[in-house]
């Protein structure tokens, strides 16, 4: 079974349109709508701005790509 997600937002509550799905003409798909949250979907929007708010901070521009492995390793051996 292949698997390919996307999202649609609905403009018509009979109806929903995908485009550019990657099945053929004919080949039978079995659909399954999941409604988001709203709440979960505020969480995500807040939650990305303060990644773009942290990561425009000047501090953040002056640590190094190893610096942030050892932070890594360091946090997964529980320091």
Same mark, same amino acid.
């Given at each position: 079974?292949?698997? *390919?997600?996307?999202? !649609?937002? &609905?403009? %018509?509550?009979?109806?929903?349109? $995908?485009?550019?799905?990657?099945?053929?003409?004919?080949?039978?798909? @079995?659909?399954?709508?999941? !409604?988001? %949250?709203? %709440?979960? +979907?505020?969480?995500? $929007? #807040? $939650?990305?701005?303060?990644?773009?708010? +942290?990561?425009? $901070?000047?501090? /953040? #521009? +002056? /640590?190094? @790509? %190893?610096? &942030?492995?050892?932070? &890594?390793?360091? *946090? #997964?051996?529980?320091?």
């Amino acid at each position: 079974m292949k698997a *390919y997600k996307t999202s !649609a937002t &609905i403009q %018509d509550s009979k109806r929903v349109v $995908l485009n550019n799905v990657p099945f053929d003409t004919g080949q039978r798909v @079995e659909v399954l709508l999941l !409604a988001l %949250d709203q %709440d979960e +979907t505020d969480r995500a $929007l #807040r $939650l990305k701005a303060l990644f773009k708010e +942290t990561q425009g $901070l000047p501090q /953040i #521009r +002056t /640590i190094t @790509e %190893d610096e &942030i492995a050892v932070e &890594i390793v360091r *946090y #997964r051996s529980g320091q």
